[in-house]
């Protein structure tokens, strides 16, 4: 395949299919981050002998598509979420099954690791990769 281009169609298929693989493995954010790198990033990239092999429009195209799919991530298949005293505070109003954060007292929350989560888990989407190795800290927290 590496001359010919893919169709229109044939982008929303890989899209969606790369999606579907991060959110039913449930990946943490820089494994999605590989994962769409290798699986679409790489083929849109390429390039011809002199020119690139998707014009301006396809690229754009493709990215509205990627947009798309991580704001459906986050908007139904993530929630964010506090750790306090082992145990995780949604701060969703939808029924995922932990505690709401709004049943305690805001100060509680101040210092407390957070992070997002995959809904009905205890499995971060952000954060760090492994938590073993840093139990419980976000990215950019000290």
Not at 21 to 36: C, G, L, N, Q
């Amino acid at each position: 395949m590496k001359n010919q281009v893919l169709t229109m169609a044939q982008w929303q298929t890989r899209v969606a299919d790369v999606f579907s693989v991060i959110v039913h493995s449930r990946m943490y954010s820089a494994d999605a981050f590989e994962y769409t790198e290798k699986h679409i990033y790489t083929e849109l990239r390429r390039r011809t002998k002199t020119r690139a092999a998707y014009p301006a429009y396809i690229q754009g195209y493709v990215q509205g598509l990627i947009d798309a799919q991580r704001a459906s991530i986050f908007r139904n298949h993530l929630e964010f979420c506090f750790l306090l005293d082992g145990v995780l505070y949604t701060t969703s109003h939808a029924d995922t099954g932990k505690p709401k954060s709004r049943d305690k007292d805001g100060a509680d929350f101040l210092n407390a690791p957070s992070a997002h989560y995959w809904m009905g888990t205890d499995k971060q989407y952000t954060g760090p990769k492994y938590p073993a190795a840093d139990a419980n800290k976000c990215e950019g927290q000290a």
